[in-house]
């Protein structure tokens, strides 16, 4: 029960820094303003992680690989931690740890698409102008945009984000088969 509760945990842990560090980059690629306060928050929180790494690896334009590196490594520790908690000892299999850590990098970003989603659609019918509205209106709309030309709203109602949903979790479904 306690190894069940240590993998949680770090599930969880790895989770929320992998996704956040996987926001930064994306904010970052799409050029949002550090004063928004979605960006305030993200880059408290994982400053201490991306700072050190962009010493050795600049910016390759807009693509920030400092915080995508910093992904990427928290997934790795993750599923050495797992590794190590199930026992694994002597020669680790790192090519399976390199592939699942990959994947998880995947995972995480459908997951961060799903909830960037989500949030936006409820604050849109909850409060619109909620500080943090604009930001996430701005993550998601490169997403959203193609299903809005295609689907048209439904008695004022903007189907998208539910076309959006679907195919992240059909897309999820076909990674948890892969992986």
């Known amino acids: 029960m306690l190894g069940d509760i240590a993998r949680y945990l770090i599930d969880i842990a790895a989770a929320v820094l992998g996704v956040t560090l996987l926001l930064r980059a994306y904010m ?4 949002m303003p550090g004063r928004n306060p979605l960006a305030q928050f993200v880059y408290a ?27 990427l490594l928290v997934a790795l520790l993750s599923w050495m931690l797992l590794f190590a908690l199930r026992g ?11 592939l699942l850590s990959l994947a998880q990098v995947l995972r995480w970003s459908l997951y961060l698409v799903m909830w960037l989603t989500i949030i936006h ?8 102008y ?4 604009p930001g996430i209106a ?8 193609p299903f ?24 999820l479904l076909v990674l948890g088969r892969i992986g």
Not at 130 to 133: D, E, G, I, V
């Open 121 to 128: 659609v409820l604050l849109s019918w909850i409060n619109p």
């Open 88 to 98: 694994v000892a002597g020669m680790w299999p790192w090519g399976s740890i390199i």
């Open 138 to 145: 701005m993550l998601v709309r490169p997403f959203l945009a």
């Open 28 to 31: 970052n690629w799409l050029g």
């Open 130 to 133: 909620a500080p943090a509205a």
């Open 148 to 171: 809005q030309r295609v689907i048209p709203s439904v008695g004022g109602i903007d189907l998208s984000p539910l076309a959006l949903l679907v195919v992240v979790n059909v897309l």
């Open 45 to 71: 929180l994982t400053d201490w992680l991306v700072q050190p790494l962009r010493r050795a690896l600049p910016a390759a334009g807009r693509i920030d690989t400092a915080s995508l590196v910093a992904a």
